[in-house]
T-cell receptor, first 115, second 110 residues
Framework: DTEVTQTPKHLVMGMTNKKSLKCEQHMGHRAMYWYKQKAKKPPELMFV???????INESVPSRFSPECPNSSLLNLHLHALQPEDSALYLCASSQESLAGVGEQFFGPGTRLTVL | DAKTTQPTSMDCAEGRAANLPCNHS???????VYWYRQIHSQGPQYIIHGLKNNETNEMASLIITEDRKSSTLILPHATLRDTAVYYCIVQMDSGYALNFGKGTSLLVTP
C-alpha cells in the first residue's frame, strides 16, 4: 500500500467553526507533513512530525493545531479560521532512516473553503 | 527562497521527448536534486532524484551537469497525461522540507 489518504476531500466552514482534517498512511513512514497550497502557487510547508513528535513548525498561526496520535495518523485541527486560510491542504509522508528522508508521498489534499 | 530557477512554461508535442531544464547554481555538495510533478488538483508526485550521476527510472531520466549547477528532466515519450507543473527541488537527503519553487507548467499537445 503506497497511498496517503486524506479526508474529507472538500470542507466548507464558517469562521467560528471547529473542524479537523485527517491523514493516514500505512507504509511504515515515520515522517509526516502538512503543506498548504493557495491557488496557482506552490505548496508551502506548515508542519513536520518525526516519530510522532513535532519537529518543524513553520511559524503557523495557532488557529491551526496539528496532532499525531500514532505513526499512521496525522490530524490538523482548525479553529477560528479566516477566509484567507482557504486553500488546498496536503498531507505527505516519507521514510526516515539512517539513509535519509527520501521521497515524499502526497495525499490528494483537502480543499478548504472558509466563509 | 527556492534555490532553483525553471522556465515558467513549456510546450511539447505528444510522443516527443520533453526536456525540462533547472538551474541550481548554489547547490552544495550534500544536496540532492529532486523532481516532483503536480497534475491539476492532485497532490504532488515524486518523479526522480539524483546527487551526481545521471539517473533513470520508469518515469523519466535525470541528467545532472558535471559541475552540478544545472540539470534536465527528460520524459522520453510525453503523453497528454504528462501535462502538469514540474518542480525541481534542491534538498539535503536528511532535510525534511521540500522548498517548492514556482515550477514549470508543461503542456503536452496532441
Amino acid at each position: 500500500d503506497t497511498e496517503v489518504t486524506q479526508t474529507p476531500k472538500h470542507l466548507v466552514m464558517g469562521m467560528t467553526n471547529k473542524k479537523s482534517l485527517k491523514c493516514e498512511q500505512h507504509m511504515g513512514h515515520r515522517a509526516m507533513y502538512w503543506y498548504k497550497q493557495k491557488a496557482k502557487k506552490p505548496p508551502e510547508l506548515m508542519f513536520v512530525y518525526s516519530y510522532e513528535k513535532l519537529s518543524i513548525n513553520e511559524s503557523v498561526p495557532s488557529r491551526f493545531s496539528p496532532e499525531c496520535p500514532n505513526s499512521s495518523l496525522l490530524n490538523l485541527h482548525l479553529h477560528a479560521l479566516q477566509p484567507e486560510d482557504s486553500a488546498l491542504y496536503l498531507c505527505a509522508s516519507s521514510q526516515e532512516s539512517l539513509a535519509g528522508v527520501g521521497e515524499q508521498f502526497f495525499g490528494p489534499g483537502t480543499r478548504l473553503t472558509v466563509l | 527562497d527556492a534555490k532553483t530557477t525553471q522556465p515558467t512554461s513549456m510546450d511539447c508535442a505528444e510522443g516527443r521527448a520533453a526536456n525540462l531544464p533547472c538551474n541550481h547554481s548554489t547547490i552544495s555538495g550534500n544536496e540532492y536534486v529532486y523532481w516532483y510533478r503536480q497534475i491539476h488538483s492532485q497532490g504532488p508526485q515524486y518523479i526522480i532524484h539524483g546527487l551526481k550521476n545521471n539517473e533513470t527510472n520508469e518515469m523519466a531520466s535525470l541528467i545532472i551537469t558535471e559541475d552540478r549547477k544545472s540539470s534536465t528532466l527528460i520524459l522520453p515519450h510525453a503523453t497528454l497525461r504528462d501535462t502538469a507543473v514540474y518542480y525541481c527541488i534542491v534538498q539535503m537527503d536528511s532535510g525534511y522540507a521540500l522548498n517548492f519553487g514556482k515550477g514549470t507548467s508543461l503542456l503536452v499537445t496532441p
